[in-house]
C-alpha cells in the first residue's frame, strides 16, 4: 500500500468506500430488520415464564466457568463488596456514571472513577472492574456492553483481570435476536461469555490473555 492509498489493484480507498456509499444508497444509516426465521423467541419448553429465562441465565453463564449470583436491589451494595473482599481487592475502577449505591458498602476499597481517563498501566494494576451492562442473554449466557450508562469505555473491561458485571433482571433476554433488537448497531458492542479465552493451534485453551481472567456476574431481581 502506497502513501496515497493506491493498492496494487490500482483503486484508491476513497473510491472503495465512495462505491460502498453509493451501492448502500437510501439504507445507509439505517437499522436492517431481522430476518423472520432468525428472530424467534425461546420456545414455551425453553421458558415457561420468566423465572425459567433466569435459570436458564445463570446455567450458561456457569457453563461459561463465569461466577454468578441471585441478589435482591436492597442488597446490591452489600453484594458488590462482598465479591471484591472475596478477590480481596484493594482498588478498582468504575465508570464515571456508576450509581453510587453500588459501592456504598465498600470498607477499604479505593474506586477510581474513570474520569479523566484512566491509563493503561493503572487499569493493568488495580485488582478489578465495576460495570453495569445494555443486555444479557439467557440461551448464550452472554453480557452485552455498549457503553452506555454504568459501562464505560471498552478499555475498562478489556485490560483489568477481574470484571465484576450487574445485570438487572429485566436485561435478560431469552435469545441473540432479542437482545439484538434492543441494541443499537451504531455502539461499540462488546459480547462476553465468560472469561477471556482463546485456543492456539494444538487447541489448548488458555484464559486471560485478551481480557479478564475472571468474570463475576450479579444478577439483580428488582
Given at each position: 500500500?502506497?502513501?496515497?492509498g493506491e493498492g496494487p489493484g490500482g483503486g484508491s480507498r476513497a473510491e472503495v468506500l465512495r462505491r460502498v456509499r453509493e451501492a448502500l444508497g437510501g439504507a445507509r444509516g439505517t437499522r436492517p430488520p431481522v430476518p423472520r426465521r432468525y428472530a424467534r423467541r425461546l420456545t414455551d419448553d425453553e421458558a415457561v415464564n420468566r423465572a425459567d429465562v433466569l435459570a436458564l441465565f445463570t446455567e450458561r453463564v456457569a457453563d461459561n466457568?463465569?461466577?454468578?449470583?441471585?441478589?435482591?436491589?436492597?442488597?446490591?451494595?452489600?453484594?458488590v463488596a462482598a465479591a471484591l473482599w472475596g478477590r480481596e481487592a484493594k482498588q478498582i475502577v468504575v465508570p464515571a456514571d456508576l450509581p453510587f449505591g453500588w459501592l456504598a458498602e465498600?470498607?477499604?476499597?479505593?474506586?477510581?472513577?474513570?474520569?479523566?481517563?484512566v491509563d493503561v498501566d493503572t487499569l493493568a494494576a488495580v485488582d478489578g472492574v465495576v460495570t453495569g451492562c445494555a443486555a444479557a442473554i439467557a440461551q448464550t449466557g452472554t453480557v452485552v456492553l455498549d457503553g452506555g450508562r454504568a459501562q464505560g469505555r471498552r478499555a475498562l473491561t478489556a485490560v483489568p483481570a477481574y470484571h465484576l458485571c450487574v445485570v438487572h433482571a429485566d436485561q435478560i433476554v431469552g435469545t441473540v435476536p432479542e437482545a439484538v433488537e434492543r441494541l443499537d448497531p451504531a455502539r461499540p458492542l462488546t459480547w462476553i461469555s465468560g472469561?477471556?479465552?482463546?485456543?492456539?493451534?494444538?487447541?489448548?485453551?488458555?484464559?486471560?490473555?485478551?481480557?479478564?481472567?475472571?468474570?463475576?456476574?450479579?444478577v439483580v431481581e428488582d
Open positions: 500500500m502506497t502513501a496515497s466457568r463465569a461466577s454468578v449470583r441471585h441478589v435482591s436491589a436492597d442488597e446490591l451494595g452489600t453484594a465498600l470498607d477499604g476499597v479505593r474506586a477510581l472513577a474513570d474520569t479523566p481517563a472469561p477471556s479465552a482463546t485456543h492456539g493451534i494444538e487447541m489448548v485453551r488458555v484464559e486471560g490473555v485478551h481480557g479478564p481472567l475472571h468474570l463475576e456476574v450479579l
